[in-house]
């Protein structure tokens, strides 16, 4: 049988609470491809709620939806969602060591959810079965049923979801708003339950409310500490408290980013290179014999920090000092005689992290 005339069923399925999920493979484009449904008529709004929120993003961590499509089955219209095929397993609890592979983990789940907050919507249902990573290494967020648009339906009379990984503004009673911000929490929460140390006790029974100041700490041993600070923050129970994805992205980007840079500046000829080889650097302006103004920069991994200024140095017209950064691009001015200046150009190379 074919669906919609080009959709050839193959038998495998795969049923949740409210969808189902059947393989088939595309006949026209000759891929697997997913097409789902949901199992009861007055779930429809979920459906519709999914294709809006895939509509709105193209993501390489979000499953993409290909198509739409309909058909007739024992009389009644059966409405299917047509996504990519992901040949993987979805994420479980107790997973990863913590580590690199960990950490690599947790930075393509908080890219994808960045890149589903910038689309203005919430996911509501982040946790380790709707992660799946591909045999290439390749992690994507699934099931989008519970979706909503920030500001503009984010609001319901009762949440619905798996407990640990639901933020408290979900459990209140009466009607419940809930912003990106939900996502934070059940980030976190995934990040805690797929270490090897497995989902919390904590996280289960969630008394006190309020998580203990050293849940990830205790739980993460090993971790980069802003990533752990990142990471409890995003358990607060007020979501006004809670960092922004991006934030958290952040961190973890430069965790695994650190020590990968490189800077360059030259000054008469003279090639003044910076890397994780080579930490420090002073270009020197001087002549004949009397150094009129110098800066000294130390690599420290993540950034190129100002140690010492001899004389007036600026970078993009603001005066440097002991303890500044520079930024990633600028133009340096070094004092000489008289007023007088001279400029050179200061760049880093900054490394990407991709999967």
């Known amino acids: 049988m074919l669906i919609a005339g080009r959709y050839e069923a193959t038998g495998a399925m795969n049923a949740g609470g409210m969808s189902e999920a059947h393989q088939c493979q595309d006949i026209r484009l000759h891929r697997p491809v997913i097409l789902k449904t949901l199992r009861k008529e007055q779930e429809k709004r979920r459906l519709a709620d999914e294709q809006k929120a895939l509509l709105k993003m193209r ?65 509501r249902d982040i946790k380790p079965n709707n992660l799946r990573r591909d045999k290439e290494g390749v992690v994507k967020i699934i099931d989008f049923g519970l979706a909503r648009e920030v500001g503009v339906d984010n609001h319901t009379q009762a949440a619905i979801g798996y407990l640990p990984y639901m933020a408290p503004e979900l459990l209140t009673k009466g009607q419940v708003e809930f912003s990106t911000a939900t996502d934070v929490y059940a980030f976190a929460v995934v990040a805690l339950s797929i270490s090897s140390h497995g989902l919390p006790e904590w996280c289960r029974k969630r008394v006190p409310p309020q998580a203990p100041s050293n849940l990830c700490a205790t739980h993460l041993p090993g971790l980069d500490t802003a990533v752990v600070a990142s990471l409890q923050q995003c358990l607060e129970t007020d979501p006004a408290k809670r960092p922004s994805i ?4 952040t961190s973890i980007e430069r965790v695994l980013l650190r020590n990968r840079h490189r800077a360059r500046v030259v000054i008469g000829g003279k090639v003044n290179e910076l890397h994780s080889g080579k ?19 130390e690599y420290d991994g993540n950034d190129f920090v100002v140690r010492s200024v001899l004389g007036s140095v600026f970078a993009n017209n603001r005066a440097l000092s002991v303890g500044s950064k520079l ?14 200046y001279y400029f050179a150009t200061f760049d880093i190379s900054n490394p990407e992290y991709m999967v």
Do not use: M
């Open 279 to 297: 930490r420090t650097a002073t270009p020197t302006i001087s002549s004949g014999g009397v150094v009129h103004s110098q800066l000294g920069i």
């Open 59 to 123: 993501s390489s961590h979000v499953v993409q939806l290909l198509d739409v499509v309909s058909f007739e089955h024992a009389g009644n219209e059966v409405r299917c969602l047509v996504l990519e095929y992901i040949d993987g397993t979805d994420l479980k609890e107790g997973q990863f060591a913590v580590g690199d592979e960990y950490l690599g983990v947790l930075w393509q789940i908080a890219k994808g959810l960045k890149e589903i907050h910038d689309a203005g919507v919430i996911h």
């Open 246 to 249: 991006s934030g958290v992205l």
């Open 327 to 340: 930024p990633p691009s600028c133009v340096l001015a070094f004092s000489t005689t008289a007023n007088n």
